[in-house]
């Protein structure tokens, strides 16, 4: 993982970055391969001392006032807006609520600058288009509330709203970013030992094929479709994988899964829960029953429950990952059972992470869009080709949506590079939940 150059050849630029977080940011730009840093900060001597120590010909530092949309730079990939000012404001009070506007529209403004300009930006190009990414800094306090501090908060809720909207408009000028060699040969799951349910096919065989090519010492896979999980195991290697038959709506099964796992491999690490069902009925408000529902949420409770009993490596860093779905974000005019127990995954993944936190257990969720898997086909009566058509139409990035990119982030998930990521829907689609933007 030390060697792992996941932002190689790149050009970022990383404003504050002369000092907290937006320093360590710079250090990791460059310690992951990239070509070029710039650091945009007002702190010239840090800037300086700090672009100095990784290398002039690697880093420069520029003095830049991001409220001042005239600067710019006309080459990058990679954008980290880190600049913020912090508020002791006491702007509530039972005679006073009127919130001063002057942080809210500084905050926004900066970071709006910096989205205007990686259209016109020159970026890394294959021939198909630009790619490029940016990503703002914003705070856990746009989903609190306070008695005090309203503009900061406001600010950091106007920040989020603003990369929501940014992400659907800009989604023209960029594309999927291929994984450079050095990150694909990455072992981000280094002799961790993960359950896979569903593992036979679709998203799950597509994770524990990245858990196998990741370093994972076992990859358990668990699913009802013996012959081909039996088969997926033999093409591994059967001393680094093993299918066991498991339906995950019998508790006990799913038990007996997680001690024979512990048994074979003396520890457990990581759990997809990915086996589900789709459901694909004219189920109204009106007359939905809560079969399908029951079923989702108790198939995933009960890895959570087994999870704490189980032994995992020595150095912790245990993860529960569970396939929710963008449905959970979306309305429809049927399929109410199914969306209801979409967001009942969700639901219930952030009450566990709360709650399983004590035990060094995280736990997300990683919510596909629409991809041609062979349950989606055969659900539809249709094949790949004409179904990936389909959903290239509805959704804002270019490309495919493929089964690969899900089991990308639920890698992300199961790794240490998210050691500290927990309680989160990670939406992996597209831009497909935007199909309701308003135009």
Same mark, same amino acid.
Request: include cysteine; aromatic fraction near 6%; charged fraction near 20%.
């Given at each position: 993982?030390?060697?792992?150059?996941?932002?190689?050849?790149?050009?970022?630029?990383?404003?504050?970055?002369?000092? *907290?977080?937006?320093?360590?940011?710079?250090?990791?730009? #460059?310690?992951?391969? =990239?070509?070029?840093?710039?650091? =945009? %900060?007002?702190? %010239?001597?840090?800037?300086?001392?700090?672009?100095?120590?990784?290398?002039?010909?690697?880093?420069?530092?520029?003095?830049?006032?991001?409220?001042?949309?005239?600067?710019?730079?006309?080459?990058?990939?990679?954008?980290?807006?880190? /600049?913020?000012?912090?508020?002791?404001?006491?702007?509530?009070?039972?005679?006073?609520?009127? +919130?001063?506007? $002057?942080?809210?529209?500084?905050?926004?403004?900066?970071?709006?600058?910096?989205?205007?300009?990686? +259209?016109?930006?020159? *970026?890394?190009?294959?021939?198909?288009?630009?790619?490029?990414?940016?990503?703002?800094?914003?705070? /856990?306090?746009?989903?609190?509330?306070?008695?005090?501090?309203? %503009?900061?908060?406001?600010?950091?809720?106007?920040?989020?709203?603003?990369?929501?909207?940014?992400?659907?408009?800009?989604?023209?000028?960029?594309?999927?970013?291929?994984?450079?060699?050095?990150?694909?040969?990455?072992?981000?799951?280094?002799?961790?030992? =993960?359950?896979?349910?569903? $593992?036979?096919?679709?998203? $799950?065989?597509?994770?524990? @094929?990245?858990?196998?090519?990741?370093? #994972?010492?076992?990859?358990?896979?668990?699913?009802?479709? %013996?012959?081909?999980? &039996?088969? @997926?195991?033999?093409?591994? $290697?059967?001393?680094?994988?093993?299918?066991?038959?498991?339906?995950?709506?019998?508790?006990?099964?799913?038990?007996?899964?997680?001690?024979?796992?512990?048994?074979?491999?003396?520890?457990?690490?990581?759990?997809?829960?990915?086996?589900?069902?789709?459901?694909?009925?004219?189920?109204?408000?009106?007359?939905?029953?809560?079969?399908? @529902?029951?079923?989702?949420?108790?198939?995933?409770?009960?890895?959570?429950?087994?999870?704490?009993?189980?032994?995992? =490596?020595?150095?912790?860093?245990?993860?529960?990952?569970?396939?929710?779905? /963008?449905?959970?974000?979306?309305?429809?005019?049927?399929? /109410?059972?199914?969306?209801?127990?979409?967001?009942?995954?969700?639901?219930?993944?952030?009450? #566990?992470?709360? &709650?399983?936190?004590?035990?060094?257990?995280?736990?997300?969720?990683?919510?596909?869009? +629409?991809?041609?898997? +062979?349950?989606?086909?055969?659900?539809?009566?249709?094949?790949?080709?004409? @179904?990936?058509?389909?959903?290239?139409?509805?959704?804002?990035?270019?490309?495919?949506?493929?089964?690969?990119?899900?089991?990308?982030?639920?890698?992300?998930?199961?790794?240490?590079?998210?050691?500290?990521?927990?309680?989160?829907?990670?939406?992996?689609?597209?831009?497909?939940?935007? &199909?309701?933007?308003?135009?």
């Amino acid at each position: 993982m030390a060697n792992t150059k996941k932002v190689q050849d790149k050009v970022a630029i990383v404003t504050g970055g002369a000092s *907290g977080i937006g320093e360590a940011t710079v250090l990791a730009f #460059a310690e992951n391969g =990239a070509r070029g840093v710039v650091i =945009a %900060d007002i702190q %010239d001597e840090k800037g300086q001392k700090l672009a100095e120590s990784i290398g002039a010909n690697r880093s420069t530092y520029i003095h830049c006032d991001v409220t001042d949309e005239n600067k710019s730079n006309p080459s990058w990939n990679l954008l980290f807006n880190s /600049t913020a000012s912090s508020t002791h404001h006491e702007l509530w009070s039972a005679n006073y609520s009127r +919130p001063r506007p $002057g942080l809210i529209r500084q905050t926004v403004c900066n970071k709006r600058s910096w989205c205007c300009s990686m +259209p016109e930006a020159r *970026g890394a190009c294959d021939g198909e288009g630009v790619k490029g990414s940016v990503i703002c800094s914003s705070s /856990t306090a746009a989903n609190l509330v306070a008695s005090t501090v309203t %503009d900061y908060i406001m600010a950091k809720c106007g920040v989020v709203a603003l990369m929501k909207c940014a992400s659907y408009q800009l989604a023209y000028y960029t594309k999927s970013q291929l994984i450079p060699p050095e990150m694909a040969n990455a072992k981000k799951v280094q002799d961790k030992v =993960a359950i896979v349910t569903g $593992g036979a096919s679709g998203f $799950g065989e597509a994770t524990v @094929l990245a858990f196998a090519e990741n370093g #994972a010492r076992g990859v358990v896979i668990a699913d009802i479709q %013996d012959e081909k999980g &039996q088969k @997926l195991a033999e093409s591994i $290697g059967t001393n680094r994988s093993t299918y066991i038959h498991c339906d995950v709506t019998d508790e006990n099964q799913v038990k007996s899964l997680v001690d024979s796992t512990v048994q074979l491999y003396g520890q457990l690490d990581v759990i997809f829960c990915n086996a589900g069902v789709m459901s694909f009925g004219q189920q109204t408000v009106l007359d939905f029953d809560l079969g399908l @529902l029951r079923q989702t949420v108790r198939s995933k409770r009960s890895w959570c429950s087994s999870m704490p009993e189980a032994r995992g =490596a020595c150095d912790g860093g245990r993860s529960i990952i569970c396939t929710a779905s /963008t449905a959970a974000n979306l309305v429809a005019s049927t399929v /109410t059972d199914y969306i209801m127990a979409k967001c009942g995954v969700v639901a219930l993944m952030k009450c #566990a992470s709360y &709650q399983l936190g004590k035990h060094g257990i995280r736990v997300n969720c990683v919510s596909p869009g +629409p991809v041609a898997t +062979p349950m989606v086909c055969e659900a539809n009566n249709m094949g790949v080709e004409e @179904l990936e058509k389909l959903f290239v139409s509805i959704c804002c990035l270019k490309g495919v949506l493929k089964a690969k990119h899900i089991a990308d982030a639920v890698l992300f998930l199961a790794s240490t590079d998210s050691e500290f990521v927990t309680g989160q829907n990670l939406m992996v689609d597209g831009g497909y939940a935007f &199909q309701g933007a308003v135009n």
